[in-house]
Protein backbone atom coordinates (compact mmCIF):
# COMPACT_ATOMS: atom_id res chain seq x y z
CA UNK A 1 0.00 0.00 0.00
CA UNK A 2 1.54 3.17 -0.94
CA UNK A 3 -0.40 7.05 -0.32
CA UNK A 4 -2.24 8.16 -3.28
CA UNK A 5 -1.32 11.82 -4.55
CA UNK A 6 -4.55 14.28 -4.08
CA UNK A 7 -6.02 14.99 -7.90
CA UNK A 8 -10.21 15.23 -9.10
CA UNK A 9 -9.59 11.32 -10.34
CA UNK A 10 -8.41 10.22 -6.73
CA UNK A 11 -10.79 11.86 -4.79
CA UNK A 12 -13.63 10.61 -7.16
CA UNK A 13 -12.04 7.15 -6.49
CA UNK A 14 -11.78 7.31 -3.43
CA UNK A 15 -15.98 8.24 -3.10
CA UNK A 16 -16.60 5.69 -5.42
CA UNK A 17 -14.49 3.48 -2.54
CA UNK A 18 -16.61 4.49 0.29
CA UNK A 19 -20.02 4.04 -1.38
CA UNK A 20 -18.44 0.46 -2.22
CA UNK A 21 -18.34 0.26 2.00
CA UNK A 22 -14.31 0.28 1.28
CA UNK A 23 -12.11 2.01 3.90
CA UNK A 24 -10.08 5.41 2.75
CA UNK A 25 -7.91 7.10 5.54
CA UNK A 26 -8.52 10.78 4.84
CA UNK A 27 -6.08 13.68 6.37
CA UNK A 28 -7.53 15.97 8.45
CA UNK A 29 -6.09 19.25 10.38
CA UNK A 30 -5.85 16.93 13.25
CA UNK A 31 -5.08 13.15 12.53
CA UNK A 32 -5.56 11.15 9.91
CA UNK A 33 -8.86 8.99 9.92
CA UNK A 34 -9.68 6.17 8.71
CA UNK A 35 -13.08 6.35 6.95
CA UNK A 36 -15.98 4.35 6.22
CA UNK A 37 -19.46 5.48 4.73
CA UNK A 38 -21.47 6.09 8.06
CA UNK A 39 -24.78 4.83 6.77
CA UNK A 40 -23.64 1.62 6.08
CA UNK A 41 -23.04 -0.53 9.20
CA UNK A 42 -21.13 -3.24 7.04
CA UNK A 43 -18.09 -0.49 6.44
CA UNK A 44 -18.43 0.10 9.72
CA UNK A 45 -18.00 -2.70 11.17
CA UNK A 46 -14.42 -3.00 9.21
CA UNK A 47 -13.26 0.11 10.66
CA UNK A 48 -13.29 -1.88 13.79
CA UNK A 49 -11.46 -4.78 12.84
CA UNK A 50 -8.85 -2.73 11.15
CA UNK A 51 -7.99 -1.06 14.33
CA UNK A 52 -8.45 -3.60 16.31
CA UNK A 53 -11.00 -1.25 18.41
CA UNK A 54 -13.74 -2.84 20.51
CA UNK A 55 -17.36 -2.27 19.32
CA UNK A 56 -18.85 -0.39 22.08
CA UNK A 57 -16.28 2.79 21.39
CA UNK A 58 -18.48 4.99 19.32
CA UNK A 59 -17.30 6.69 15.93
CA UNK A 60 -16.74 10.74 14.94
CA UNK A 61 -19.62 11.44 11.75
CA UNK A 62 -17.61 13.58 10.19
CA UNK A 63 -19.64 15.99 7.55
CA UNK A 64 -18.73 18.64 5.05
CA UNK A 65 -21.36 21.19 5.67
CA UNK A 66 -22.64 21.97 9.59
CA UNK A 67 -26.54 21.84 7.84
CA UNK A 68 -26.12 18.24 8.15
CA UNK A 69 -25.79 18.25 11.96
CA UNK A 70 -29.97 17.91 10.85
CA UNK A 71 -29.19 13.80 9.00
CA UNK A 72 -27.50 12.69 12.05
CA UNK A 73 -28.86 14.06 15.37
CA UNK A 74 -32.06 15.19 17.04
CA UNK A 75 -33.35 17.81 19.59
CA UNK A 76 -30.37 19.52 18.27
CA UNK A 77 -29.65 22.34 20.66
CA UNK A 78 -29.26 26.18 19.41
CA UNK A 79 -26.09 26.09 21.16
CA UNK A 80 -24.58 23.56 18.98
CA UNK A 81 -25.62 26.03 15.64
CA UNK A 82 -23.74 28.46 17.17
CA UNK A 83 -20.64 26.31 18.11
CA UNK A 84 -20.47 24.97 14.69
CA UNK A 85 -21.02 28.93 13.18
CA UNK A 86 -17.99 29.59 15.69
CA UNK A 87 -15.78 26.94 15.15
CA UNK A 88 -16.87 24.71 12.18
CA UNK A 89 -14.59 23.65 10.19
CA UNK A 90 -12.41 22.61 12.67
CA UNK A 91 -11.03 20.67 15.49
CA UNK A 92 -14.39 20.39 17.58
CA UNK A 93 -16.62 17.34 17.87
CA UNK A 94 -19.95 17.88 19.44
CA UNK A 95 -22.07 14.93 20.80
CA UNK A 96 -25.78 15.21 20.13
CA UNK A 97 -28.90 13.00 20.46
CA UNK A 98 -28.69 10.41 17.83
CA UNK A 99 -31.35 10.11 14.96
CA UNK A 100 -32.98 6.67 14.84
CA UNK A 101 -32.15 5.86 11.27
CA UNK A 102 -27.61 6.33 12.32
CA UNK A 103 -26.22 2.71 12.71
CA UNK A 104 -25.93 1.61 16.20
CA UNK A 105 -22.60 0.05 14.82
CA UNK A 106 -21.52 3.79 14.65
CA UNK A 107 -22.43 5.19 17.49
CA UNK A 108 -20.94 1.76 19.98
CA UNK A 109 -24.83 1.09 20.72
CA UNK A 110 -25.32 4.46 22.11
CA UNK A 111 -27.83 7.09 21.55
CA UNK A 112 -26.12 9.97 21.18
CA UNK A 113 -23.46 10.92 18.35
CA UNK A 114 -20.39 12.65 17.89
CA UNK A 115 -20.65 15.18 14.74
CA UNK A 116 -17.31 17.02 13.08
CA UNK A 117 -16.72 19.66 9.82
CA UNK A 118 -13.09 19.05 9.85
CA UNK A 119 -10.86 21.63 8.40
CA UNK A 120 -8.83 20.19 5.84
CA UNK A 121 -9.14 21.02 1.94
CA UNK A 122 -8.75 17.24 1.27
CA UNK A 123 -11.40 15.83 3.67
CA UNK A 124 -13.67 18.29 3.03
CA UNK A 125 -13.12 17.64 -0.84
CA UNK A 126 -14.00 14.18 -0.23
CA UNK A 127 -16.55 14.86 1.61
CA UNK A 128 -18.64 16.50 -0.79
CA UNK A 129 -18.12 14.47 -3.07
CA UNK A 130 -18.92 11.74 -1.69
CA UNK A 131 -22.21 13.10 -0.20
CA UNK A 132 -22.94 11.85 3.00
CA UNK A 133 -21.14 10.99 6.80
CA UNK A 134 -17.81 10.20 6.70
CA UNK A 135 -17.37 7.68 10.11
CA UNK A 136 -13.59 7.81 10.93
CA UNK A 137 -11.54 7.22 13.93
CA UNK A 138 -8.01 7.85 14.21
CA UNK A 139 -5.97 5.74 11.41
CA UNK A 140 -3.99 4.20 14.23
CA UNK A 141 -4.49 0.35 15.88
CA UNK A 142 -6.25 0.49 19.16
CA UNK A 143 -4.53 2.44 21.64
CA UNK A 144 -1.68 3.29 19.68
CA UNK A 145 -0.10 6.75 18.43
CA UNK A 146 -2.97 8.77 16.59
CA UNK A 147 -1.32 8.87 12.56
CA UNK A 148 -0.01 12.71 11.50
CA UNK A 149 0.74 11.93 8.30
CA UNK A 150 0.40 9.15 5.55
CA UNK A 151 3.11 6.70 6.15
CA UNK A 152 1.99 6.87 9.98
CA UNK A 153 -1.38 5.18 8.46
CA UNK A 154 0.97 2.50 6.64
CA UNK A 155 2.90 1.80 9.41
CA UNK A 156 -0.28 1.62 11.59
CA UNK A 157 -2.86 -0.02 9.53
CA UNK A 158 -0.81 -1.59 6.20
CA UNK A 159 -3.17 -3.06 3.82
CA UNK A 160 -6.30 -2.97 6.12
CA UNK A 161 -6.72 -0.10 4.41
CA UNK A 162 -8.35 0.20 0.82
CA UNK A 163 -6.58 3.93 -0.40
CA UNK A 164 -4.78 6.47 1.90
CA UNK A 165 -5.10 9.94 0.27
CA UNK A 166 -1.95 11.69 0.91
CA UNK A 167 -2.59 15.31 2.45
CA UNK A 168 0.80 15.77 3.81
CA UNK A 169 1.70 16.30 7.54
CA UNK A 170 -1.28 17.46 9.89
CA UNK A 171 -1.88 20.83 10.90
CA UNK A 172 -2.61 20.79 14.12
CA UNK A 173 -1.24 17.10 14.97
CA UNK A 174 -3.84 16.26 18.12
CA UNK A 175 -7.33 15.40 18.06
CA UNK A 176 -10.03 17.30 18.09
CA UNK A 177 -11.69 18.98 21.17
CA UNK A 178 -14.90 16.76 22.23
CA UNK A 179 -17.96 18.63 23.83
CA UNK A 180 -21.05 16.90 25.07
CA UNK A 181 -24.04 19.11 24.35
CA UNK A 182 -26.28 16.52 25.73
CA UNK A 183 -26.44 17.45 29.43
CA UNK A 184 -27.44 20.68 31.09
CA UNK A 185 -23.82 21.52 31.36
CA UNK A 186 -21.38 21.73 28.41
CA UNK A 187 -18.44 19.40 28.86
CA UNK A 188 -15.72 18.61 27.39
CA UNK A 189 -14.79 14.53 27.46
CA UNK A 190 -11.34 14.96 25.26
CA UNK A 191 -9.05 17.99 25.59
CA UNK A 192 -7.83 19.73 21.74
CA UNK A 193 -6.82 22.89 20.11
CA UNK A 194 -10.31 24.67 20.76
CA UNK A 195 -9.87 25.67 24.86
CA UNK A 196 -12.54 25.74 27.38
CA UNK A 197 -12.29 29.46 27.42
CA UNK A 198 -12.79 29.90 23.73
CA UNK A 199 -15.61 27.71 24.23
CA UNK A 200 -17.00 30.06 27.13
CA UNK A 201 -16.30 32.88 25.04
CA UNK A 202 -18.73 31.91 22.76
CA UNK A 203 -21.33 29.92 24.89
CA UNK A 204 -21.71 32.33 27.51
CA UNK A 205 -21.66 29.86 30.03
CA UNK A 206 -19.60 27.56 32.30
CA UNK A 207 -18.07 24.38 30.54
CA UNK A 208 -17.51 21.20 32.97
CA UNK A 209 -14.57 19.36 32.45
CA UNK A 210 -14.54 15.67 32.50
CA UNK A 211 -11.86 13.09 32.87
CA UNK A 212 -14.18 9.90 33.66
CA UNK A 213 -17.51 10.57 31.95
CA UNK A 214 -20.51 8.31 32.02
CA UNK A 215 -20.37 7.53 28.49
CA UNK A 216 -17.28 5.34 27.85
CA UNK A 217 -14.52 6.89 25.44
CA UNK A 218 -11.92 5.57 24.62
CA UNK A 219 -9.89 8.19 24.59
CA UNK A 220 -10.79 8.55 28.64
CA UNK A 221 -8.99 5.08 28.66
CA UNK A 222 -6.10 5.12 30.80
CA UNK A 223 -3.89 3.50 28.61
CA UNK A 224 -4.18 5.37 25.19
CA UNK A 225 -1.81 7.31 22.51
CA UNK A 226 1.09 4.85 23.90
CA UNK A 227 4.19 3.72 22.11
CA UNK A 228 5.78 0.38 22.38
CA UNK A 229 8.70 1.39 24.10
CA UNK A 230 8.22 2.24 27.98
CA UNK A 231 7.45 6.14 28.62
CA UNK A 232 7.61 8.27 31.95
CA UNK A 233 6.14 11.51 32.51
CA UNK A 234 8.67 13.30 34.86
CA UNK A 235 9.50 16.67 36.20
CA UNK A 236 12.84 18.32 34.64
CA UNK A 237 14.64 17.55 37.74
CA UNK A 238 13.55 13.62 38.11
CA UNK A 239 14.22 13.06 34.51
CA UNK A 240 17.70 14.21 34.91
CA UNK A 241 18.16 12.19 37.99
CA UNK A 242 16.52 9.05 35.87
CA UNK A 243 18.61 9.84 32.96
CA UNK A 244 21.65 9.21 34.69
CA UNK A 245 20.46 6.13 36.67
CA UNK A 246 19.18 4.48 33.39
CA UNK A 247 23.02 5.19 31.48
CA UNK A 248 24.74 4.05 34.25
CA UNK A 249 23.01 0.61 33.88
CA UNK A 250 23.62 0.52 30.36
CA UNK A 251 20.19 1.34 29.32
CA UNK A 252 19.39 3.49 25.89
CA UNK A 253 17.53 6.01 27.12
CA UNK A 254 15.42 8.59 25.01
CA UNK A 255 14.49 12.18 25.92
CA UNK A 256 11.10 14.10 25.01
CA UNK A 257 11.54 17.44 26.13
CA UNK A 258 9.98 20.67 26.36
CA UNK A 259 11.98 23.19 28.00
CA UNK A 260 14.73 25.21 27.40
CA UNK A 261 16.13 24.12 30.02
CA UNK A 262 16.67 20.82 28.80
CA UNK A 263 17.47 22.04 25.24
CA UNK A 264 21.20 21.33 25.76
CA UNK A 265 21.25 17.87 27.00
CA UNK A 266 24.06 15.56 26.49
CA UNK A 267 21.34 12.71 25.06
CA UNK A 268 21.95 10.96 21.69
CA UNK A 269 18.37 10.59 21.42
CA UNK A 270 16.92 13.86 22.67
CA UNK A 271 14.05 15.39 20.98
CA UNK A 272 13.84 19.07 22.39
CA UNK A 273 10.11 20.69 21.48
CA UNK A 274 10.37 24.10 22.24
CA UNK A 275 7.97 25.06 24.45
CA UNK A 276 7.82 28.95 23.21
CA UNK A 277 7.12 27.03 19.59
CA UNK A 278 2.96 27.23 18.81
CA UNK A 279 3.79 24.05 16.91
CA UNK A 280 4.38 22.08 19.51
CA UNK A 281 1.24 20.12 19.03
CA UNK A 282 1.79 19.32 15.35
CA UNK A 283 5.15 17.93 16.76
CA UNK A 284 4.04 15.97 19.40
CA UNK A 285 3.01 12.20 18.02
CA UNK A 286 5.95 12.51 15.36
CA UNK A 287 8.04 12.55 18.30
CA UNK A 288 6.61 9.87 19.76
CA UNK A 289 7.15 7.89 17.05
CA UNK A 290 10.21 9.08 16.18
CA UNK A 291 11.35 7.68 19.19
CA UNK A 292 9.80 4.55 19.37
CA UNK A 293 11.27 3.46 16.32
CA UNK A 294 14.94 2.96 18.00
CA UNK A 295 13.68 0.59 20.09
CA UNK A 296 14.91 2.02 23.24
CA UNK A 297 14.97 0.48 26.85
CA UNK A 298 12.98 3.66 27.75
CA UNK A 299 11.58 7.10 27.01
CA UNK A 300 11.74 9.76 29.45
CA UNK A 301 9.19 12.46 28.69
CA UNK A 302 9.57 16.05 30.78
CA UNK A 303 6.45 17.22 32.04
CA UNK A 304 5.16 20.63 30.17
CA UNK A 305 3.65 23.09 31.70
CA UNK A 306 0.00 23.11 33.76
CA UNK A 307 -1.06 25.80 31.33
CA UNK A 308 -4.32 25.61 29.29
CA UNK A 309 -2.68 25.74 26.30
CA UNK A 310 -0.83 22.39 27.66
CA UNK A 311 -4.11 21.15 28.07
CA UNK A 312 -4.31 18.68 25.53
CA UNK A 313 -0.59 17.83 25.53
CA UNK A 314 -0.74 17.33 29.31
CA UNK A 315 -4.16 15.03 28.87
CA UNK A 316 -2.27 12.49 25.65
CA UNK A 317 0.70 12.38 27.62
CA UNK A 318 -0.66 11.35 30.51
CA UNK A 319 -2.14 8.46 28.79
CA UNK A 320 0.84 7.93 26.64
CA UNK A 321 3.28 7.52 29.69
CA UNK A 322 3.84 4.82 32.27
O1 LIG B 1 -9.65 14.78 15.61
C1 LIG B 1 -10.39 13.80 15.68
O2 LIG B 1 -11.41 13.79 16.39
C2 LIG B 1 -10.00 12.56 14.88
C3 LIG B 1 -10.14 12.89 13.39
C4 LIG B 1 -9.92 11.70 12.50
O3 LIG B 1 -11.37 13.48 13.16
N1 LIG B 1 -10.80 11.44 15.22
C5 LIG B 1 -10.67 10.77 16.39
O4 LIG B 1 -11.48 9.66 16.50
O5 LIG B 1 -9.91 11.11 17.27
P1 LIG B 1 -11.28 8.54 17.62
O6 LIG B 1 -12.27 7.48 17.30
O7 LIG B 1 -9.87 8.14 17.69
O8 LIG B 1 -11.77 9.27 18.89
C6 LIG B 1 -13.12 9.62 18.97
C7 LIG B 1 -13.50 9.89 20.37
C8 LIG B 1 -13.44 8.66 21.22
O9 LIG B 1 -12.86 8.99 22.47
C9 LIG B 1 -14.91 8.30 21.35
O10 LIG B 1 -15.20 7.55 22.48
C10 LIG B 1 -15.55 9.65 21.38
O11 LIG B 1 -14.85 10.34 20.39
N2 LIG B 1 -16.96 9.55 21.03
C11 LIG B 1 -17.49 9.24 19.85
N3 LIG B 1 -18.83 9.19 19.92
C12 LIG B 1 -19.15 9.47 21.19
C13 LIG B 1 -20.36 9.56 21.92
N4 LIG B 1 -21.54 9.34 21.34
N5 LIG B 1 -20.29 9.88 23.22
C14 LIG B 1 -19.11 10.10 23.82
N6 LIG B 1 -17.93 10.02 23.20
C15 LIG B 1 -17.94 9.70 21.90
MG1 LIG C 1 -8.08 7.56 18.41
Request: net charge negative; with cysteine; aromatic share 4%.
Amino acid sequence: MTPTAVTPQSIQHAAALLHQGKLVAIPTETVYGLGADASNPDAVAKIFLAKGRPADHPLIVHLAYARQIKDWAINVPEVAWRLADEFWPGPLTMILQKKASVPMAVTGGQNTIALRVPNNAVALWLLREFGGGIAAPSANRFGRISPTLATHVIEELGDAVDCILDGGPCAVGVESTIIDLTDSQPTILRPGRISRSQLEAVLQTPVAIKSQHKIRAPGMLAAHYAPNTPAFLCTTDTLLALLDQQRSHGKRVGVLAFSTELSQLTCQHLLNLPAQADNYEAALYCALRELDKLQLDSILVEKPPEQEDWMAVNDRLNKATI
